[in-house]
């Protein structure tokens, strides 16, 4: 089984949805991360979290909410959707050590129409 | 802050052939540097790491330095194969100016090569 597993895989959505995005982990990390990936700007982090008490903004987090419910499960949500956060979403997780190395889930490709 | 700079692609090779992509840093403090690639339709694994200055990281005949003095830390491999085909992404971990380490991620550099 994955360690990291994002849902859904894949959403079309309509401008003004609101919509979340699930990340689960079975790793036993305490960090967690979310970025976006769009062509040509590789990956920018959205929000990351050092445990289920710290939530933290990344550099592109307008427009953006997250929830990180227990240590193994960080929740993106878009709160009103528009085209250009059509983008394709990675959670990610790390130990806290910095020489630590991130892991990746699948991805979740978002269309907002 | 900290930023990341590798060189743009595609990169296109032919089978065989040698692979050099180039990184760059700019960061405060002693960072770790890592490579990931992604492969079509997947999310990013760690190809290699080093956490610190003359360490050379090194994974399924891939390499790569951290070179201080010239804040590189470039990614080679002497033979590609079409399945090294993918997108390749530096990074760093290093401090933030509020005090925790947050990754940062170059813009990737897509390779391809033909048989």
């Known amino acids: ?113 | 802050g900290n930023s990341v700079t590798q060189m743009e692609g595609p990169v296109t090779l032919s089978e065989e052939a040698f692979l050099t992509i180039n990184c760059t840093y700019t960061a405060t403090g002693y960072p770790s540097l890592f490579w990931y690639v992604q492969y079509p339709g997947e999310g990013l694994q760690l190809l290699l790491k080093a956490t610190k200055a003359d360490d050379k990281g090194s994974n399924k005949g891939f390499e790569a330095t951290y070179r201080k003095e010239t804040t590189s830390f470039h990614l080679e491999k002497g033979s590609v194969q079409v399945s090294d085909s993918a997108v390749y992404f530096c990074a760093l971990s290093a401090e933030s100016s509020g005090g925790s380490y947050i990754p940062t991620f170059g813009r990737g550099t897509s390779l391809i090569v033909h048989p």
């Open chain 1, 1 to 113: 089984d994955a360690d990291v597993t994002q849902t859904p895989r894949n959403r079309i959505t309509k401008t003004g949805k609101r919509i979340m995005l699930e990340c689960s982990q079975t790793k036993g990390h305490d960090r967690m991360y979310w970025y976006r990936q769009d062509p040509g700007l590789g990956l920018r982090l959205i929000y990351y979290s050092f445990d289920v008490k710290d939530i933290n903004k990344g550099e592109i987090s307008d427009g953006y909410s997250v929830s990180r419910q227990a240590q193994a499960k960080f929740s993106l949500s878009l709160e009103s959707a528009i085209p250009n956060q059509t983008a394709l979403y990675f959670c990610a997780t790390s130990d806290r050590d910095r020489g630590r190395e991130q892991f990746f889930g699948p991805g979740t490709r978002l269309t907002v129409l």
